[in-house]
T-cell receptor, first 112, second 113 residues
C-alpha cells in the first residue's frame, strides 16, 4: 500500500521553463511534507518543506504547493536549469516522528 | 560542520551471511534514521535511534537491528541475508535547529549473491 505516490517516473523540460513535479498521498495523518533531490552516487538532499497548516512555501526558484482536500502537493521549479536534472522524491511525515514515507521518485531532465 | 558519512561505500555478501553498516551523524544531531532504497523505488524507513534507544520501526523483520553510540553514530546490522536485501542503505541524521529536516549520507550499496 503506497501512501505517497509520484505517478510520473520522468519529466523532461527545456532550460528556462517551469518544471512541475506532482505527488499524491493517502494517509490523512501526514502533517509535514518534504521534497528531496538525488544525484547518482549521492544521498538525497533536502530541498524544501511545507507544514499542513500552510498551502504554499517558497524558497528561491522552488515553490511547494499543498492541497490538503485533494491530498496533493506539487513542486514548481522556475526557471529550470540543467543542474536541476536529478531524481526528485516527495516525502511525508506526521507528529514530528522523522520517519519519512517516500514516493518512488520522478526523474527530471532539463534540456539546455 | 561535517556532514553524514557512511561506510563502507559498497559491499558484496552471500545469502545467509551477516553485515554491519556504519553511519556518523552530522555534528549536533542526536537522531539517526536508517532507510532501505531498492532499485527504482523510494527509500523505505527501517528504524530510528534517538539517544541510543530505538525510537520507531518500519515494516522490517527482527533480523534488521541497530545500535546508536554515545557520540550518536550508528550501526545497522542485518542477519541471515536474503537476495532481496540487495539495496542502497541510507542513513539520515536530524535533531539540530531545524528539527524536522533529515540530512542523508551517500549510502552503502549492498549486493547479496
Amino acid at each position: 500500500d503506497q501512501q505517497v505516490k509520484q505517478n510520473s517516473p520522468s519529466l523532461s523540460v527545456q532550460e528556462g521553463r517551469i518544471s512541475i513535479l506532482n505527488c499524491d498521498y493517502t494517509n490523512s495523518m501526514f502533517d509535514y511534507f518534504l521534497w528531496y533531490k538525488k544525484y547518482p552516487a549521492e544521498g538525497p538532499t533536502f530541498l524544501i518543506s511545507i507544514s499542513s497548516i500552510k498551502d504554499k512555501n517558497e524558497d528561491g526558484r522552488f515553490t511547494v504547493f499543498l492541497n490538503k482536500s485533494a491530498k496533493h502537493l506539487s513542486l514548481h521549479i522556475v526557471p529550470s536549469q540543467p543542474g536541476d536534472s536529478a531524481v526528485y522524491f516527495c516525502a511525508a511525515d506526521y507528529m514530528g516522528r522523522r520517519a519519512l514515507t517516500f514516493g518512488s521518485g520522478t526523474r527530471l531532465q532539463v534540456q539546455p | 560542520e561535517t556532514g553524514v558519512t557512511q561506510s563502507p561505500t559498497h559491499l558484496i555478501k552471500t545469502r545467509g551471511q551477516q553485515v554491519t553498516l556504519r553511519c556518523s551523524s552530522q555534528s549536533g544531531h542526536n537522531t539517526v534514521s536508517w532507510y532501505q532504497q531498492a532499485l527504482g523505488q523510494g527509500p523505505q524507513f527501517i528504524f530510528q535511534y534517538y539517544r541510543e534507544e530505538e525510537n520507531g520501526r518500519g515494516n522490517f523483520p527482527p533480523r534488521f537491528s541497530g545500535l546508536q553510540f554515545p557520540n550518536y553514530s550508528s550501526e545497522l546490522n542485518v542477519n541471515a541475508l536474503e537476495l532481496d536485501d540487495s539495496a542502497l542503505y541510507l542513513c539520515a541524521s536530524s535533531g539540530g535547529q531545524k528539527v524536522n529536516e533529515q540530512f542523508f549520507g551517500p549510502g552503502t550499496r549492498l549486493t547479496v549473491l
